[in-house]
Nanobody, 128 residues
């Protein structure tokens, strides 16, 4: 069973940066598309960014485009989310998840397609 451990969250001032890490275990993750999702208090999960397994294609939500960068290191079974110019509205619990490469990363992120349950996530707080 593929599981993820997210880390790297914390408290940052508006305009600051964080790098989130998502380490996969249980199965090799290089077959799967991987995505970062977030959930703010009282809101539904939102697809932030997804990256493809086959061609490294990427998708970003409009709200983070130009500020966030997703990358993956298959040798380390790890996917990263570099977040810059953080805004208060980016505050949320961030989760990663996998989905087979049967759909595009855009569909995966927009429709919150994923295998299994959400993990523990990592909290990002943006406040001065």
């Amino acid at each position: 069973q593929l599981q993820f451990t997210e880390s790297g969250g914390g408290l940052v001032q508006p305009g600051g940066s964080l790098r989130l890490s998502c380490v996969a275990s249980g199965l090799p993750s290089d077959y799967y598309n991987i995505g970062w999702f977030r959930q703010a208090p009282g809101k539904e999960h939102e697809g932030v960014s997804c990256i493809g397994s086959q061609d490294g294609s990427t998708y970003y939500a409009d709200s983070v485009k130009g500020r966030f960068t997703i990358s993956r290191d298959n040798a380390k079974n790890t996917v990263y989310l570099q977040m810059s110019n953080l805004k208060p509205e980016d505050a949320a619990v961030y989760y990663c998840a996998a989905n087979p490469p049967y759909t595009t990363v855009q569909v995966m992120c927009r429709q919150i397609l994923r295998l299994g349950s959400w993990g523990q996530g990592t909290q990002v707080t943006v406040s001065s």
